[in-house]
């Protein structure tokens, strides 16, 4: 999918089964791991996780440094990884269409849950305006996104979490090299 200069891949199994397991673990056994962040300031709801010495989330970081070289080549440019976090979408996060900040050349959403967590309208929602959606990808376990150029597209989330809703996501930064 093509928007401005950016384009979107839609990715589906991203992480193996053994890697989803320890995933779904840490998602579903909140701990004092997870920490209020002052870096997303347009809604209150969402929780980081910092447990970096967790041997879970070392193999994922591992795994998403690994996939540098597909990144680039789905890109078609040498990227550079960045960083990796997990994300945990509670009660009133909501995230209005926006523009990401220059922060971020790639971007890569991955979406953990369940059967049951499956939701049309909790996913990645591109906006053409402010209030109009040109596309929702549906929030589904081991599922999401790569885009080129985060910044130039406007995006944000259809709804509100309303529990007992949760949003589990893993993201990760790659920059151009």
């Known amino acids: ?11 589906d199994n991203f992480f193996t089964p053994d890697l989803v397991e320890g995933l ?4 579903q056994n909140v701990n004092d791991d997870w920490k209020i962040t ?11 996780y910092t447990g970096y010495q967790n041997t879970v989330m070392q193999q994922v970081t ?10 680039s080549g789905v890109i078609g440019q040498d990227v550079e990884f960045k960083q990796v976090d997990f994300w945990l979408d509670t009660k009133g996060y909501y ?5 990401d ?10 979406y953990m849950g369940t059967k ?19 596309y929702q990808m549906c929030y589904r376990d081991n599922s999401g996104y790569l885009v080129d150029d985060a910044y ?13 809703f949760e949003r589990w996501s893993v993201y990760v930064r790659y920059f151009k090299r």
């Open 1 to 11: 999918m093509l928007f401005r200069s950016s384009r979107m891949f839609f990715i």
């Open 24 to 27: 779904h673990n840490i998602f």
């Open 38 to 48: 002052t870096q997303f300031k347009h809604s209150p709801g969402r929780l980081v």
């Open 62 to 71: 591992s795994y998403c440094k690994d996939a540098t070289s597909w990144v």
């Open 95 to 99: 995230l209005p269409a926006h523009y």
């Open 101 to 110: 900040r220059g922060d971020v050349d790639f971007g890569l959403q991955i």
């Open 116 to 134: 049951e967590t499956i939701n049309p309208h909790l996913g990645f929602t591109v906006y053409r305006d402010l209030q109009t959606p040109l």
């Open 152 to 164: 130039t597209v406007m995006h944000g989330m259809e709804e509100e979490i309303v529990p007992p």
